[in-house]
């Protein structure tokens, strides 16, 4: 009798739905091995690019991958500026005035679209716009604080990451320049990238997908926001979210698949055996790693040879308890 095949998290799947920042490139270099991976992929599925960043265009963005070898037009990506687009068009019609913090990405975007752009509250504008761009600063959000003080004016955010990483390291992302500008006037935006839906529904519509696994490297926005629109989702770490996080991950911030980088898109996926003992004793085993828990202390019994594996099995572990990460006493193994 032949053994069952372990299915890869790859098996099944229509469509490929990959963040870049952290899983595709950091800062302008790609992360490692990640086009192989991708060119790999592309063979048999349909490979899209999802991006929360809104300060380039699809165009620019597919140059990019390009540049690294990958095969990539602009229509294989969903831009945070597109998911606004979509969420604007509820609110405005083609030819409103629409105020822009941000860069090319969003104007782009606009023009297609046909409603005309200002940069200037005095213009009257009705609605603003706002995405991440280098250039932006405390007189863009000025303005669009004064844009907003008057609250028939829509406004619309390309997406909420706190934070984007470089090359030198973390720098501050879209969500801290929306936050200034909603202490400013005291009401919030409506949110278009991940973790919201509407640049989930642009690839699922724009490809046909009905079986995506999604990816990316942030709990926060490509986790939530893959859990949130029912797909099934795959933390790389490769990028912002490493164990510590993983573990501390609020329920609809859980994957599916925890992976070491996207190699293992083609490798079969541990399992992840629990077992509960007559004293309420917990053990799960992934691969060699064995952790166990009793009452609030988490401990690991074998660490195995794979760190990933040692950290799969914790974080079912933690996540099965039901407890608040804070509320447990975790062995340090699992997470330095």
């Known amino acids: 009798m032949f053994a069952k095949k372990t299915p890869t998290p790859l098996d099944g799947r229509d469509a490929l739905l990959l963040d870049l920042d952290g899983v595709v490139y950091r800062g302008p270099d790609p992360v490692d091995h990640a086009v192989?991976?991708?060119?790999?992929?592309?063979?048999?599925?349909?490979?899209?690019?999802l991006t929360n960043n809104a300060s380039r265009t699809d165009?620019?963005?597919?140059?990019?991958l390009s540049s690294f070898g990958l095969s990539v037009a602009a229509d294989d990506v969903v831009t945070s500026p597109q998911a606004a687009l979509r969420v604007l068009a509820t609110l405005v019609e083609p030819g409103a005035l629409?105020?822009?913090?941000?860069?090319?990405?969003?104007t782009a975007e606009l023009e297609k679209a046909g409603y005309r752009i200002t940069r200037s509250a005095e213009d009257q504008p009705d609605a603003v716009v706002q995405g991440f761009a280098p250039h932006v600063g405390w007189e863009h959000l000025a303005e669009a604080s004064f844009a907003l003080q008057h609250e028939h004016v829509h406004w619309v955010a390309t997406n909420t990451d706190w934070t984007i990483p470089q090359k030198r390291g973390i720098a501050p992302g879209n969500g801290t320049l929306v936050s200034a500008v909603h202490l400013a006037v005291g009401r919030l935006p409506v949110f278009a990238g991940k973790p919201e839906k509407p640049i989930y529904d642009e690839a699922l519509e724009?490809?046909?997908?009905?079986?995506p696994l999604a990816i990316g490297d942030r709990l926060d926005t490509d986790i939530a926001g893959a859990n949130r629109a029912g797909l099934t989702s795959a933390l790389v770490l490769t990028g912002i979210d490493q164990a510590k996080q993983v573990l501390a991950a609020t329920p609809e911030q859980r994957p599916a698949y925890i992976?070491?980088?996207?190699?293992?898109?083609?490798?079969?996926?541990?399992?992840?055996?629990?077992?509960v003992d007559a004293d309420g004793v917990r053990t799960v085993t992934c691969g060699k790693a064995v952790v166990r828990m009793k009452q609030h202390l988490v401990r690991v019994a074998r660490a195995g040879d794979d760190p990933v594996d040692l950290l799969r099995a914790g974080a079912a572990i933690v996540w099965a308890s039901g407890l608040q990460i804070w509320g447990l006493d975790v062995d340090p193994q699992l997470y330095s």
């Open 259 to 275: 992976l070491r980088d996207l190699r293992e898109l083609f490798t079969p996926y541990p399992d992840v055996a629990e077992e």
């Open 59 to 64: 165009a620019s963005v597919a140059e990019h």
């Open 98 to 106: 629409v105020m822009v913090v941000g860069g090319e990405g969003i």
């Open 206 to 211: 724009r490809f046909g997908s009905t079986n």
């Open 36 to 49: 192989t991976s991708i060119q790999k992929a592309a063979r048999s599925t349909r490979v899209a690019y």
